[in-house]
């Protein structure tokens, strides 16, 4: 599956021509099918990997290995994000969009080649896998149903926060290149900051990690909204705001990785458990930007400003997405 959504995302690069031949609505659709078909292909892909991941990595080392491997995938996402921003600024149309969508088809093939001499993954010799009967019993786990509705509040904020690069762009001035750069900045922060959160994870546990990354991510929501706006300071403020995302951001991923396999999941239980996780995660991350969308529709009219806070419609998504954060904070420690 992971193979397979190299190849349907290829057909991306038709979209110029479907474009040309139908127009917006044929454009609109075809794309449509192919994000659809990409989404499907993911979802089992990833299904089978939580297991996997579940089986290869040993516990004692979750933390340090979870951080030693988001480095390396960082470093991957700031040489994409760096050239993407480079490609965006300097090439017009579609045209740029295409050469981008190439590399990544590209950098896909690799990274399935990459991964084929993998250990683990055997089928399962005890008979079959997850059942109905089997998922029911996974949903029943009061510890598990905690963990998924800490999981779903975390997972809406952070869906909240997929909105920044639009609120950089038409509230704060930045341009597109910029936007893409703070990503970058966001990685760099992950990067500094990643091997101390993995070692501390290990050290002293998930639950310290975990909190402290969702504590900062509390404070990323007031910083954006008393940051300047149409400034010559309004850049560089959203790269040290975007560095401290990264950091918390880091944070959450290591803590909430090792509770996951460590202390959630039974190892003998694992596919069914998983299963259901990452259904839950996709459900939660695909409803509520569709919710977060409405919202700034149905506010788009606002727009004023009290002392250093400006008030817009993303203030309203923000304080939405703080209040999540807390809520799957206390959830997460029981």
């Known amino acids: 599956c992971w193979a397979l959504r190299k190849a349907v995302t290829a057909g991306l690069l038709l979209t110029p021509w479907i474009l040309a031949r139908h127009g917006q609505s044929g454009a609109f659709l075809f794309v449509a099918s192919i994000v659809a078909l990409f989404a499907l292909c993911r ?15 040993p516990n004692a080392i979750r933390g340090q290995y979870t951080a030693v491997a988001a480095a390396v995938d960082m470093v991957g996402g700031i040489l994409a994000l760096v050239a993407a921003s480079r490609v965006i600024d300097r090439v017009a149309g579609l045209e740029r969009f295409s050469l981008l969508l190439g590399a990544g088809v590209v ?36 510890n598990f149903r905690r963990y998924l509705g800490g999981l779903g509040l975390v997972t809406a904020a952070m869906q909240v926060f997929s909105f920044v690069p639009l ?37 002293y546990g998930s639950r310290p990690v975990l909190q402290s ?37 880091f944070g959450w991923t290591v803590g909430n990785s090792r509770l996951l396999y460590v202390s959630v999941v039974p190892p003998e239980k694992r596919m069914q458990y998983l299963a259901l996780f990452y ?8 409803t509520a930007p569709l919710v977060a969308g409405g919202v700034l529709d149905a506010f788009a009219h606002i727009g004023s400003r009290r002392a250093l806070i400006h008030l817009d419609p993303y203030a309203l998504l923000f304080g939405g997405a703080v209040l999540f954060l807390f809520g799957g904070r206390a959830l997460l420690a029981r």
Not at 232 to 246: D, E
């Open 107 to 142: 950098a896909g093939i690799v990274c399935v080649l990459c991964a084929l001499p993998i250990p683990g993954g055997a089928p399962n010799t005890k008979g079959r896998a997850a059942s109905y009967q089997q998922l029911r019993q996974a949903a029943a786990d009061p």
């Open 213 to 249: 990354g969702l504590l900062l991510m509390a404070l990323l929501p007031a910083c954006w909204l008393v940051m300047p706006r149409h400034s010559l300071w309004s850049n560089p403020m959203a790269v040290a705001i975007s560095v401290l995302g990264g950091v918390a951001s």
């Open 167 to 203: 609120f950089m762009r038409d509230q704060v001035g930045l341009r597109e290149g910029q936007v893409l750069l703070l990503q970058v900045a966001s990685y760099a922060g992950g990067m500094l900051s990643g091997y101390l959160w993995g070692w501390a994870a290990d050290r």
């Open 43 to 57: 979802a089992v892909g990833e299904t089978a990997f939580y297991p996997w991941y579940q089986e290869i990595v």
């Open 279 to 286: 259904a839950w995660m996709g459900l939660v991350g695909g």
